[in-house]
């Protein structure tokens, strides 16, 4: 049983990194979540401390002697020990700092049980992987030494083991957890909610006159269709409001992106979308959701004088969507402004609507992908409104690295303030220097957005966003560590269990100031804005 001999460097990887672990990030976590982030930092700290004595005892160095190793090593296990136990149970007040200033309910100290259990057995569980690995390399290598040299077999006994891990965890568990997910979701995108009933009225898509079928909208279009604010509501704020025009088309509605989009501009024709002063061209998430925080305050900002219009590409999780479909998402996005983009370029200037795009997350970094510069600079839309943008968007990416020097990376400055404009809870669009140009772009992007500020070379480098100044939503205790930080950062990523208004869980009072400063309306005074703010503030959230 040589072969399942511990490492002693890993075992103290594996304690330091399990301290480094329990250490905040950008958002709350549950115990749960915080014991898998632990168990998998520790089985990642054992790792490398096996690598590390491995590379030692490669490279020829020499080893201390038996009997000063041996006191070392018992100093670093007490003081691991020591540190451990603190660290854990300080891990329930740096939790709760997050969840105090997130103003979430605080975690209990009867949880680090939890913690703890879950992290062993995840720990347990990747290290009988690894162990596994082992094993099997060394029963493959002592085979194929019998036929070809010993280090020759080496080398295709780690092929043939990685090639065996390979093909069990992607083509069998992987491909089946996937295939499940999705008939999961295609089956809740399919649907129909009783508490929403097909539209009476013919200027609604799935209606009885609509060219889209009310039940190939998808959950997420028809609830979007569905429970918008209506004509009366608008009007307890502005008395000549009307009724918002939305239009929706489902991933069910054509075979393919293109029909899609031209099935959208058929649909905005018939309800005449664009005798409308404004028309938004939204890209939804991967589920095809729109967040209802921004389209309805812009409704309520236009007192309805809006057609708004998206075109579902996926029913998966953006995160899935994104691994799986990535390019599919791009290209509907594409799809839907080339055909909508070129018939609404052709209308007479003076007559036609505004054209704005907005998305949020993965419908942000989609819309961005959707145009090219170069062939709207002569005829632009109005603006851009892109919340929350992964951290691979293309344009976010170039801005954020070509900011000026003198503003943080989760708050920009991007030249003279012209065209590119960034905002979060206390930084409105016009605070920035400078006059606007022809063409608007606004990110509305909190600090604590994992999702716009996860790192992958924070693994080995300590990332933007950490160095002073900090955000005011981000905890002044996190602290990076190298590979531990990356993984926490995931999680969040993964979990977006942030409240309303931090992390990925963007606020309507927020909205509005977004759109005011891309729209720029002059029909609103102080005090109706200010009513505006409260009633999104106290108002539940109309759908998810």
Known sequence: MRWLKLSTIGLLLAGLFFVFSLTPSLGPRTPFMQGVISGVSMALGYALGAFLAWLWAYLGFKSLPEHSRGWLIILAILGLVVSSGWFLWRSSAWQNSIREMMHLPANTQSELILEGGVALLIFVLLMALGFGFKRLFLVFTHFLERFIPKKVAAFMGILLVAWLYWAAINDVLLTRILQAVDRSYQKLDALVQTEVDKPISPLKSGSAESLVQWQDLGGQGRNYISLGPKREQLQEFAPQAIEPLRVYVGLNSADTPQARAQLALDELKRVKAFERSTLLLMTPTGTGWIDPGGID??????????????????????????????????????????????????????????????????????????????????????????????????????????????????????????????????????????????????????????IVFFDPKSFYREPAYLKPPRGADVSPDLQWFPAVTMLQTAADMALVSAPVGYGHNYAAVDYIEAWLGLLEPTSWTPEELARLKNYFKQRPVPYN
């Open 297 to 450: 305050t812009l409704e309520y900002l236009l007192h309805g004088d809006i057609a708004s219009v998206a075109v579902q590409y996926s029913y998966l999780p953006s995160p899935l969507s994104l691994a799986l479909e990535a390019s599919y998402g791009a290209d509907t996005a594409q799809a839907a402004f080339d055909v909508i983009y070129t018939y609404w370029a052709s209308l007479p200037k003076d007559s036609r609507p505004k054209l704005y795009l907005y998305g949020i997350s993965l419908g942000s970094r989609n819309s961005d992908l959707s145009f090219d510069l170069f062939d709207i600079i002569n005829d632009p839309p109005q603006g851009v409104l892109w919340v929350g943008p992964p951290f691979s968007s293309r344009t976010w990416n170039k801005v954020t690295y070509d900011r000026n020097p003198s503003s943080p990376v989760w708050l920009p400055q991007f030249r003279d303030g012209a065209v590119v404009r960034f905002m979060n809870h206390e930084f409105r669009p016009e605070d920035s220097q400078g006059a606007w140009g022809k063409f608007r772009i606004i990110y509305l992007q909190y600090a604590s957005d994992p």
